[in-house]
């Protein structure tokens, strides 16, 4: 039944058009052409209020399936979140490349969303059922928007960090083989590497208080359902893990100036545990949150 829904094929043309976005990001690359660029932009941001539409129909869809007493926003089982997931994620790559301007980062951006969305509309169940009752709470739909805006910071932090390493590691054999000759070809046309290093912390920057903000609004939630703050649920305790995470980065770069390779690396060790966090307790630990699997 959930294949049948408009919210599911409005999802399909959102998946098509974030395809098609990223295949012209990196097309960009390869010709240097701003209309090509243009493009891509404009073909992301389609497929972004395609899918805005899809997550409202979604939300009508649940009222009308479930009734109004049990009606609820489209953020409660994994295909819903990995959908909120690829919106969060070109929503804030689309405000910071119409901020900053470097749409080359889309190239590297864009993958995660269409990685998402093929996943959710390949692999996992998009019925609407009712909610379990530890998610009959207003504090889900705080606790889902405020962590999944600090996971998009951190995956386009994520591809910036991919992007600085493939980029500075290319200067360096340029350098030693070619002196001050400016570089060119298909790594030419990525953002300098300062460039790149400072969009890494601004996404960070974006995505610490947001998961900040989730680990607290997480807590309220849990107190609210299970009467205790905080119990070292397996995703509690990796939620902690990656907020230390990023809090090390934070502090390194404000004491210590980290910048550059280690910053990078750092960034993506961050992703990698979000997405643990995210994906690998909910399929793979027992816990609290298992219905994040359903």
């Not at 007493?69 to 690829?86: D, I, K, L, Q």
């Not at 601004?202 to 609004?217: C, E, K, N, S, W």
Request: aromatic share 16%.
């Amino acid at each position: 039944m959930g294949s049948d829904l408009l919210s599911t094929q409005l999802s399909n043309l959102t998946t098509i058009a974030y395809f098609a976005s990223m295949v012209m990001y990196i097309a960009y690359i390869a010709t240097k052409s701003n209309k090509v660029a243009l493009i891509a932009t404009l073909t992301a941001l389609a497929g972004f209020l395609v899918q805005t539409g899809a997550i409202g129909m979604r939300w009508y869809e649940s009222y009308a399936i479930l009734g109004s007493e049990h009606g609820r926003a489209p953020m409660t089982n994994m295909y819903e979140s990995v959908v909120f997931f690829a919106w969060t994620i070109v929503g804030l790559y689309l405000a910071m490349e119409w901020k900053y301007k470097y749409r080359a980062v889309g190239a590297f951006v864009l993958p995660i969303a269409v990685w998402a969305m093929l996943w959710g509309q390949m692999s996992l169940n998009k019925s609407i059922d009712p909610l379990v009752p530890a998610l009959q709470s207003n504090w889900l739909t705080y606790h889902v928007i405020t962590c999944f805006i600090g996971y998009a910071g951190f995956a386009i932090a994520c591809g910036v960090s991919i992007m600085y390493l493939i980029k500075i590691g290319k200067e360096e054999r340029h350098m030693k083989e070619h002196g001050n000759k400016p570089m060119g070809g298909i790594l030419g046309m990525l953002p300098p590497t300062r460039v790149l290093d400072d969009y890494n912390y601004r996404a960070i920057m974006i995505g610490f208080p947001m998961l900040t903000l989730g680990i607290i609004t997480g807590a309220a939630w849990a107190f609210y359902a299970w009467g205790t703050y905080w119990s070292w649920d397996p995703k509690e305790t990796w939620s902690l893990i990656v907020w230390f995470i990023y809090a090390a980065f934070l502090h390194a770069r404000f004491t210590r100036g980290w910048a550059g390779r280690k910053a990078a690396w750092l960034s993506i060790i961050g992703f990698a545990a979000t997405m643990f966090c995210y994906l690998g307790v909910n399929l793979y630990l027992s816990g609290l949150h298992s219905y994040g699997a359903a």
